[in-house]
């Protein structure tokens, strides 16, 4: 593919993706929606516009067609689907032991907040209600991987791909930039974390940047977007929807959410590790992108 194709192909994909989202959320999302359902419905269509805009530039923009797309499962990779699966634990652990100590308030593992929607059998009470709620919610994630191939398919079945070849590292950043941004509509709405909508947008990219580089990471060594697929479902259905459920005071979600600051410290580790894993691995010209 020649460079001229291959930029023709990224702008078209970024319009597409920006143009159909933000189309899609300006008419459907209204502000101050506090259900979390009814935002996951009124969000769905726009969250396929990645999706959409890769099938629309690989078919008929660049005809480049799906091989390199990761469409296969490859599950013989299937340590690599574990850990994009169970990733959230490890970010959740830390920051609920990290967070009281820093004078955050103390998760509410009760769900008391939710009033009358928590009450519920005495059998589901204490360390019963955060098992189940675990549990539950590590199976929505399961289930929930076709709804962000949505975004994968895009994300990391295109852009990231076609951003800088040879340089994964800086494609990772500017794709996790780009895809902050992308959710910009959803923000200035209140549906991130509280506070200043740009302040929100750039601890949001933070936070993008680093999944990027972990999803990015999925998808080489699984050769696979339902990998990262997985990891961008359990990341919202565990570890957004936990951080959420126990600190239920918004205020503090842009430091104890899952992809708030606390957040940042292990995702920022496990990027550490996969950078000095592929520096190990790459030649000294591939090893300083």
């Given at each position: 593919m020649s460079d001229r194709t291959r930029v023709v192909g990224?702008?078209?994909y970024l319009v597409l993706a920006f143009g159909i989202a933000w189309g899609s959320w300006e008419l459907l999302l209204p502000a101050g929606l506090t259900s979390?359902?009814?935002?996951?419905?009124?969000?769905?269509?726009?969250?396929?516009?990645?999706?959409?805009?890769?099938?629309?530039?690989?078919?008929?923009?660049?005809?480049?067609?799906?091989?390199?797309?990761?469409?296969?499962?490859n599950l013989s990779k299937w340590r690599y689907y574990l850990v994009a699966w169970f990733l959230p634990f490890l970010g959740i652990g830390f920051i609920l032991i990290c967070a009281p100590l820093l004078g955050f308030p103390h998760p509410d593992f009760s769900l008391s907040h939710l009033g009358?929607?928590?009450?519920?059998?005495?059998?589901?009470?204490?360390?019963?209600?955060?098992?189940?709620?675990?549990?539950?919610?590590?199976?929505?994630?399961?289930?929930?991987?076709p709804v962000l191939f949505?975004?994968?398919?895009?994300?990391?079945?295109?852009?990231?791909?076609?951003?800088f070849p040879g340089r994964p590292t800086l494609a990772a950043i500017v794709t996790g930039i780009i895809w902050g941004a992308w959710h910009w509509p959803a923000i200035v709405r209140g549906y991130e974390f509280g506070g200043d909508p740009?302040?929100?947008?750039?601890?949001?990219?933070?936070?993008?940047?680093?999944?990027?580089?972990?999803f990015g990471w999925l998808r080489e060594k699984t050769g696979s977007v339902w990998a990262p697929s997985l990891a961008h479902a359990a990341t919202n259905a565990i570890g957004g929807s936990v951080t959420a459920l126990w600190f239920p005071d918004r205020s503090d979600w842009i430091y104890v959410s899952y992809l708030g600051v606390l957040?940042?410290?292990?995702?920022a580790f496990g990027c550490a590790l996969i950078l000095a894993g592929r520096a190990r691995h790459s030649s000294p010209a591939m090893a300083s992108a």
């Open positions: 990224i702008v078209t979390q359902t009814l935002f996951s419905l009124y969000a769905l269509p726009g969250a396929f516009a990645p999706a959409l805009a890769t099938f629309i530039v690989r078919k008929w923009i660049t005809r480049e067609g799906f091989a390199d797309a990761g469409l296969a499962l009358a929607q928590a009450k519920l059998p005495h059998a589901l009470e204490g360390l019963n209600i955060v098992v189940v709620t675990m549990v539950s919610l590590t199976v929505t994630a399961l289930l929930a991987t949505g975004e994968e398919f895009g994300w990391r079945g295109y852009l990231q791909l076609r951003l740009m302040i929100v947008t750039g601890a949001f990219c933070v936070g993008a940047v680093l999944s990027s580089i972990i957040g940042w410290i292990p995702f």
